[in-house]
């Protein structure tokens, strides 16, 4: 490139503002000399007129014509004069004369013209005036060409001047500032981009601007080298991708193809080629411009999918049809999603196919055996449902109540052919009649179908019952039975046909009151003595066989929305999931990857539901649905399938079952997490906790129900550890469930029976005397004998039936303190209350209605509850203690010592006793440890004033230890083991003899009778 030299710029810049500075300065230079010049020139002739004016003034007066000759002629020499003359005062001219120098043209101006200046003559002698006048004409042509002259002398001096100050300023910048700069841009022109090599600084530059300059330079080209060797490192990372993308492009099983943003076929890779039965490269040959239309076979859903891909930016997905150029089709799982080339901002879309051919065939294969009966290949009973479900719902959504007829079909006399010739006869009739059925009735709307055992159906759409098309097609139905069925070993048998006619909306609302209507149709028939047709009354029964209310009262929304989501969060409801659960069985029985399942229940959602109303519950789970399907990928399921029961079904293609069973848990784990923030809800502010159960669908899972029951099962796992944590299904789990649930059930039919029973154990004070007991629980099993209480208490609480079990141990032991206050006022009796008990809300009318049914005093029961549940919640505890304190009932702290004892709770709660744990007792009086818990609980409680109770007193020793310090009451087998209620009271009667008791005593209020005997 041609240089364009800065200093010369320079030059030509500083030649031209000088240019213009030098003309101005010359015009005012010059016309400022010219004026200087005639002004002093013309004072000069005045000076010297003033001079001789005296004399010539005394020429005159003395009329000497010689002197004032002499004196005009040397006046008139001066160079600035044309023209001298004088004049007397008569105006006569004395003397005149011309300057010799003067140019003729001046001097005859002059001749015509006014003076230049007059001065006057004064009298020398006499005070006489004026005498005469000094006229001057000056030469002005003479002056100004002499003025010119002299001003351009003064201006091309100083014109010299600049020119030479200009020269040693452009000498000066040349080699101070352009040589340096030059020198800098020809080394520079010599480094090439993205070496080490630096441009030198010379020192006398090294701090002034070519030396800034410079380090500029060098820093720039320090940063271009680093960016050169960072883009050839990435340029070779890149080629490595490249390479690595185009071996997975190349080699994968998955057919890869990309797309323009105008559908060109760009790239396609094999194994896309390889599906289609094409050679390498014959796809993108023929038919890069038509790639769509010509290998999809409606091509309308990948531009759709393309489209929502495009709308999202996001993947899609979806099933889609391919024809191979040979005709034949195949079934993919085709992922699309657009992306955009960062270097020209062009869209480009990008297909991942999978064969799922055989997927999809086994799913055909797997719906067909759904949809039909495997003996007769008749629709089958939930195909039939599912019909008339279906056509149910769209005729309520569109206010068009379409007619449809159902004809319910039984074979008469089937029972008798299975009887005699066996089954594989009965086999043969349906498979005929099947055949029969189907060959009278070939109307595209007409289905034939199987509920079961020997009851067929016929779907008619569009027709009503009372049409009389509808009982001609029943006549001929059974006329064409009547014929006899063949059997396998060639015998015949007569088997005939009732049939049952109702339709909808005319005599039911729903499937299930349409089906009921055929069939009572239909056994009216076989009342009358069979091989008839009947058709159902208007007003339909219900399945109870009551008469039915108005038509949509009687029918369950759900019964007419087959498809109806859960009402109050939206989601997917159990029905539904039911159905998904058996899709993902079949397509990972079918060779799809496993697929996890998640049940997440909240823990003691029923309490909150009691203390916040069912408002506050419904909040709850609508925000907990929505926590939930925040964590959740869109193609992820969520139901709800209980109260407060939420199931999630993951889909995960192309996994190990070890990572799905890790992200199906990690899932799990951030489902947990979303539910731990407070629930914000109007005023109100509260947690929540949960617990969540895993399993897999798997090859080998039977169907999605077990799933579902698998992860239900963890979950009531998760539930006795404590919840708040995922517990992955284990089939050691299935070993105690049965075990249980049966042991829970028959826990459930228990209560309230005489399996369940009360033994009191007696308790003592220092001196060896009865001072009351404790109620405890026992349950004798019909088939499995006394069930130990550690076993079926914990499954109490974990089932929720604590809740109810407790309720019937309160009332039953506020009855036995009756019957002990009738032989003793003095004596308690002690019941332990759950924690869960303690915290339902209805608990303190529950223990006020069970003091006044029974009539006990309230001072005589105590009821025993742990450390725990006071650490737990500390101020709901002393409400709900002082609640039932003013009932004039008292507290007792079970097992004391084992859990977080802590003085402060004692002090501030309305307690009255602490009962010392059996495990310190045991190690009385050897154990060291022992002995000095046990006396520092004994010092704590008397200085508190709490009345205390060691428990687990077996021997000797260890009463007379407790003895000796100070214990004031003891319980345990040496003073008596726990005796069933009616001899407790026994034996407290035989030992304090007092007066029989009055007809008012033997009776509790309320008219109950007392255990006492």
């Known amino acids: 490139m041609r240089s364009r030299s800065l200093h010369r710029r320079f030059q030509w810049a500083v030649v031209g503002v000088a240019g213009v500075m030098a003309i101005l300065v010359a015009v005012i230079l010059y016309l400022s000399a010219r004026s200087h010049y005639l002004e002093n020139s013309e004072a000069s002739a005045r000076a010297i007129a003033a001079a001789v004016q005296q004399t010539m003034a005394v020429g005159v007066y003395a009329r000497d ?242 489209d929502e891909a495009c709308s999202s930016l996001e993947p899609e997905s979806a099933d889609l049809e391919l024809i191979r150029p040979d005709g034949t089709k195949l079934w993919v799982h085709c992922m699309v999603s657009c992306m955009e080339r960062s270097e020209s901002s062009e869209q480009r879309v990008e297909g991942v196919l999978y064969d799922i051919t055989r997927r999809k065939n086994e799913e055909s294969a797997a719906q067909h055996r759904a949809e039909h009966d495997a003996l007769t290949g008749l629709k089958s009973r939930a195909y039939i449902e599912t019909l008339l479900g279906q056509h149910v719902d769209d005729a309520t959504l569109s206010q068009d109540l379409g007619d449809v007829t159902l004809m319910f079909i039984d074979l008469d006399g089937f029972k008798s052919v299975n009887d005699r010739w066996g089954h594989a006869a009965g086999d043969a009739v349906l498979v005929e009649a099947a055949r029969r059925l189907r060959t009278l009735f070939q109307r595209n709307g007409d289905v034939v179908g199987r509920l079961g055992g020997d009851e067929l159906v016929v779907v008619i759409m569009g027709v009503d019952a009372l049409h009389p098309s509808v009982s001609a097609l029943a006549r001929e139905l059974i006329d064409s039975f009547e014929q006899p069925f063949v059997l396998p070993n060639e015998e015949s048998a007569q088997v005939g046909a009732s049939v049952g006619v109702a339709s909808y909306p005319r005599h039911a609302t729903s499937v299930e009151t349409l089906i009921h209507a055929a069939d009572a149709a239909m056994y009216a028939v076989k009342q009358a003595g069979k091989g008839g047709v009947a058709i159902a009354e208007t007003r339909h029964a219900r399945p109870d066989g009551q008469p039915s209310g108005p038509p949509d009262s009687a029918v369950p929304p759900a019964s007419r929305a087959p498809w109806q989501r859960d009402a109050l969060t939206g989601l997917m409801d159990r029905r539904h999931l039911l159905e998904q659960l058996a899709s993902e069985q079949i397509q990972v029985a079918g060779g799809a990857g496993s697929a996890g399942v998640i049940c997440v229940d909240i823990d003691q959602f029923k309490l909150l539901n009691v203390a916040r109303g069912t408002q506050i519950g419904d909040d709850v789970l609508c925000e907990t649905a929505r926590r939930l399907k925040s964590v959740l990928r869109r193609g992820d399921t969520l139901a709800r399938t209980g109260s407060d029961e939420f199931v999630v079904v993951l889909r995960m293609e192309g996994r190990t079952d070890a990572d799905i069973r890790a992200l199906t848990e990690g899932v799990a784990a951030k489902l947990l997490r979303s539910l731990a923030a407070p629930f914000h809800l109007g005023p109100e502010s509260f947690h929540i906790q949960a617990s969540a159960g895993i399993s897999l669908i798997h090859a080998d899972t039977r169907d999605g129900l077990d799933a579902l029951r698998e992860a239900q099962l963890a979950l009531r796992r998760s539930k006795t550890q404590g919840g708040n944590h995922p517990v992955f299904f284990e089939h050691n789990m299935l070993a105690g469930f049965h075990e249980r649930l049966a042991l829970e059930q028959d826990l459930r039919a228990a209560i309230g029976s005489d399996q369940l029973f009360l033994h009191v154990q007696p308790q003592h004070d220092a001196h060896r005397r009865l001072t009351g007991g404790e109620a405890l629980l026992r349950w004798r099993h019909p088939s499995r004998g006394m069930v130990p209480p550690d076993q079926f208490i914990a499954l109490a609480e974990a089932s929720g039936l604590i809740i109810e079990l407790g309720a019937w141990v309160l009332r039953t032991g506020c009855g036995i303190l009756f019957d002990l206050h009738r032989e003793d006022p003095s004596l308690t009796l002690a019941v332990n209350i759950s924690p869960a008990q303690f915290k339902h809300p209805g608990f303190v009318d529950e223990v006020r209605h069970a003091l006044e049914t029974s009539g006990a005093r309230a001072s005589g029961l105590i009821l025993e509850i742990t450390e725990g549940l006071l650490i737990t919640d500390v101020n709901h505890a002393a409400e709900r203690l002082a609640e039932l304190v003013e009932l004039g009932v008292r507290f007792s702290i079970d097992d004391f010592g084992t859990g977080f004892s802590s003085l402060s709770y004692l002090r501030q709660l309305p307690l009255y006793e602490i009962k010392i744990d059996r495990s310190f007792i045991t190690g009385l009086p050897d154990d060291t440890a022992s002995v000095g818990i046990v006396c520092s609980i004994l010092s704590m409680g008397s200085h508190l004033g709490l009345h205390v109770v060691a428990e687990g007193v077996e021997t000797q020793e260890q009463s007379d230890f407790l003895h000796a310090n100070h214990c004031p009451s003891q319980q345990g087998w040496l003073h008596g083991r726990p005796l069933p209620a009616d001899s407790f009271v026994e034996n407290v009667r035989a030992a304090r003899p007092r007066m029989a008791p009055s007809a008012g005593d033997m009776v509790a209020p309320g008219g109950v009778p007392r255990i006492a005997g």
């Open 65 to 306: 014509e010689l002197l004032l000759k002499e004196l005009v002629d040397g006046l008139a020499r001066h160079p600035a004069v044309a023209r001298v003359g004088v004049r007397d005062a008569a105006g006569v001219t004395m003397a005149t004369n011309s300057n010799p120098e003067a140019e003729p043209a001046a001097v005859g101006r002059s001749a015509t013209a006014a003076p230049t200046f007059e001065s006057p003559l004064m009298s020398p002698f006499r005070y006489e005036g004026r005498i005469g006048d000094l006229q001057v004409w000056l030469d002005y042509q003479r002056l100004t060409s002499e003025a010119g002259r002299q001003a351009a002398l003064v201006v091309a001096a100083i014109t010299v001047l600049l020119v030479g100050v200009l020269g040693v300023f452009s000498m000066l910048a040349r080699r101070m500032l352009s040589r340096p700069m030059h020198q800098l841009a020809a080394e520079l022109a010599t480094i090439a981009p993205g070496t080490s090599r630096r441009v030198s600084i010379d020192p006398r530059h090294a701090v002034d601007e070519v030396g800034i300059v410079t380090t500029a330079v060098n820093r720039l080209l320090e940063m271009q080298q680093g960016a050169l060797e960072r883009e050839r490192a990435m340029r070779e990372e890149i080629s490595g991708l490249e390479a690595r993308y185009r071996g997975i492009f190349d080699s994968t099983s998955a057919g890869i193809f990309i797309l323009s943003a105008a559908g060109r076929l760009l790239h396609a890779n094999p194994a896309f080629e390889r599906l289609l039965n094409l050679q390498a490269g014959q796809v993108a040959a023929a038919h890069a411009e038509d790639f769509i239309s010509a290998f999809f076979l409606r091509p309308a859903q990948l531009q759709e999918l393309i």
